[in-house]
């Protein structure tokens, strides 16, 4: 029940990680835990986890909201070992994972926590010693020059009403006065 129902690939424009990385399967094997190849894609909530990356249907997804991603060079006793990490929360399933290189891992973990941190922020940071009025681009006092504005607004000259001040064009067949 915690996993979210596999879906098809997420829109390309919401993907901010994706690539290969070896992933340890729930079911250990006979011989231990068994590591597979996936293809792995993470957007702004859900990770998403492929047979390969011509894949239509994921193997699996969940949504990254309250894991944290760490480091996790305990995962392998092997040359790997500092190519591991995990995705954790209390009380919901382990991820681990394997990537080609140390740097590589250390790049999906920095891209999860930044991604958790956006998550648990709620509210966007407000200095109080910057406060300003509150900007208002109508003057609400009555001492605008409302009776010059109105006179150039509304002229009515003789004529055809067209001043060579106007700045709307009039155009062939259009009466200048039915705007």
């Not at 193997?59 to 060079?73: C, M, P, V």
Request: hydrophobic share 25%.
């Amino acid at each position: 029940l915690e996993e979210i129902v596999p879906r098809p690939l997420p829109d390309a424009g919401n993907i901010l990680k994706q690539g290969y990385l070896e992933k340890r399967s729930r079911d250990h094997g006979f011989f231990g835990s068994e590591w597979q190849k996936r293809w792995c894609v993470l957007n702004r909530k859900t990770f998403y986890y492929y047979a390969n990356e011509k894949s239509k249907q994921p193997k699996g997804t969940f949504s990254i909201e309250n894991y944290s991603a760490r480091l996790a060079s305990h995962l392998r006793k092997d040359s790997r070992r500092k190519c591991c990490f995990e995705l954790v929360c209390p009380g919901r399933r382990t991820y681990e994972f394997t990537a080609r290189s140390p740097a590589e891992a250390e790049d999906w973990v920095d891209q999860i926590q930044f991604l958790l941190k956006d998550l648990t922020s709620l509210t966007i940071p407000y200095d109080e010693e910057d406060e300003e009025e509150p900007y208002n681009d109508v003057d609400s006092s009555d001492s605008l020059n409302t009776a010059s504005h109105n006179t150039t607004m509304n002229q009515d000259e003789p004529g055809d009403g067209v001043g060579e001040d106007d700045i709307y064009e009039v155009l062939p067949g259009e009466h200048p006065n039915t705007r």
